[in-house]
């Protein structure tokens, strides 16, 4: 499972800020301010993304995501539940898949394996599968909130 504490801090920083997100680091063992999870799990509250050095990468993405993908106006009262449907989990899942390219040294298929192995769920069984073959809704609800281009990039907005 890849961890902060394996992963290039400053390209990390820099993803996140793009989107407007903070990165703060909490003290081992101590809970972490917004996580939905607990444990080690990333935190959100407002713009601030919260982790620890044992926090996985997938779980610092999917929060990312989560801010990208949710409405301003929850964006604006944030404080742990991102909320949303089940088109916009799909769509959040996606772009987290989408964030590791911007990440040195992160393949995609670390982590569709640290998706799997967390427990997230598609209907083909495996993210890979899902990420390839199954996903055209999620891909078509980011490109139509101006999230991703028609290359699959994120565009650095927020929905607005």
Known sequence: ???LCTVERPALIRLLAG????????APAEPIPG????ESEAGLQGNVLFVRLD???HSMLHEAAHYVCMTPERRAGLDRD????DAEEGAVCYLQ?????ALDGI???QMYEDMDRWGYSFRLGCTRAWFEQDAA??????IERGLIDDRQHPTGALRG
């Open 82 to 85: 991102a909320g949303g449907d």
């Open 35 to 38: 996580s939905y999870w607990g």
């Open 97 to 101: 898949i989408l964030m590791t390219d």
């Open 1 to 3: 499972m890849m961890l």
């Open 55 to 57: 926090t996985p990468l």
């Open 107 to 109: 393949a995609r298929p």
């Open 19 to 26: 989107f407007g997100l903070a990165l703060r680091l909490v």
């Open 137 to 142: 809704d999620a891909r078509r609800w980011l």
